[in-house]
Structure formats: structure tokens, C-alpha cells
């Protein structure tokens, strides 16, 4: 069985986010904990992801929310640990209208091919990620994308719950990964 270590974005997914959730129904799944959830530095996320990685027995999968899909496209070249696999959810664009003005540090991520398999879900009415930019950043990651329809940014907000689509299609990536 392998590690899961959950990348929350901004904010860090409170009560009602499916991460939490999900976290709760396994205590087996990890946050990984920078600094701050609110004041988001990337070399500080960076420095998280590692830790929190390290403490693995064996290879994660990573679970990435929003600015934490950022976060993983910065670590991937870089990366000093090895990885099972990433599930990234809800990316945001950080060249769109709407970008998170706290998260500055995580512009311009590395467009390049991930070198893990990854599979990216993404909402066709994301505020934060308009579809066009999820469809993009799955061809240049080489991620497999999943539409999950209309569902805002996959989000609390969304009113998903505990999102049992969503850990359906978690799963199916996993059973893949092996």
C-alpha cells in the first residue's frame, strides 16, 4: 500500500473540503504542512513537499488541490524524491483574470512534461482555471484529464462533500499506478 500525501492550496482545505474529508474517512492519508496556508511562499512548499515525502516508506502518490497543482509542476524538475504518482484537481491558470494575488511565487511553473504519471481533473466552469487551460496543461504535463462537468473549483464552495466521484476516479488512477 502506498503513502498518500495530501497538497492542499491556499488556505489549506478547510472542514468541509473533500481533501479534509477524505483525510478523515483514512487516517492513513498525510497533509503535508509549509508555513502558511494563507501566505503561500514556494520555496517554503517546496521545502514541505520534501519533508513530508521523506517520511515515506515507500513512493507517494500525491492527492494536489488548486495552487498545489502549481506546486508539484514547480518540484517536478527539481524534485530530490521520488513519487508513485500525482492526482492534481482544479488547477488554477496563473496568467487568467482571476489568479490567487497571494500566490505570486507560484507564476510561471515550469511547462513541461511531469516525470511521474498524473492524472488531472478538472471542472468545465473552474473560476480560477478556465477548461481551455486544464485541457493545455494535461497535454503539456502528460496528464491523462478527466471532465468532471460543471462543478465550480472542485472545491467546499462546490458543495461536493466527501466528492465520492472524485475519490472514484482517485482509486482508478491508483489501482493503475500499481
Known amino acids: 500500500m502506498s503513502d498518500i500525501i495530501t497538497l492542499p492550496g491556499l ?23 509549509p508555513s502558511s496556508w494563507d501566505k503561500p511562499i514556494l520555496t517554503d512548499w517546496i521545502a514541505a513537499l520534501e519533508r513530508e515525502i521523506a517520511r515515506s516508506a515507500t513512493p507517494p502518490i500525491l492527492i494536489a488541490h488548486s ?11 527539481m524534485r530530490k ?9 482544479a488547477p488554477p491558470d496563473p496568467t487568467g483574470e482571476i489568479y490567487l494575488a497571494e500566490a505570486g511565487s507560484f507564476a510561471n511553473p515550469p511547462r513541461q512534461r511531469l516525470p511521474f504519471p498524473s492524472l488531472l481533473v478538472a471542472s ?9 487551460y486544464a485541457w493545455t496543461s494535461a497535454e503539456v504535463w502528460d496528464s491523462t484529464l ?3 462537468g460543471p462543478r465550480g473549483h472542485i ?10 466521484e472524485g475519490k472514484a476516479i482517485f482509486e482508478r488512477f491508483r489501482t493503475q499506478l500499481g
Open 67 to 77: 495552487l498545489a497543482c502549481q506546486l508539484v509542476a514547480h518540484w517536478a524538475p
Open 11 to 33: 488556505g489549506g482545505s478547510g472542514e468541509g473540503h473533500w481533501q479534509t474529508l477524505w483525510e478523515r474517512q483514512d487516517p492513513s492519508l498525510r497533509r503535508f504542512q
Open 146 to 148: 478527466v471532465d468532471v
Open 124 to 132: 468545465t466552469d473552474d473560476p480560477y482555471g478556465p477548461h481551455k
Open 81 to 89: 524524491t521520488a513519487i508513485l504518482g500525482a492526482f492534481l484537481v
Open 155 to 164: 472545491n467546499a464552495a462546490s458543495g461536493l462533500g466527501e466528492w465520492p
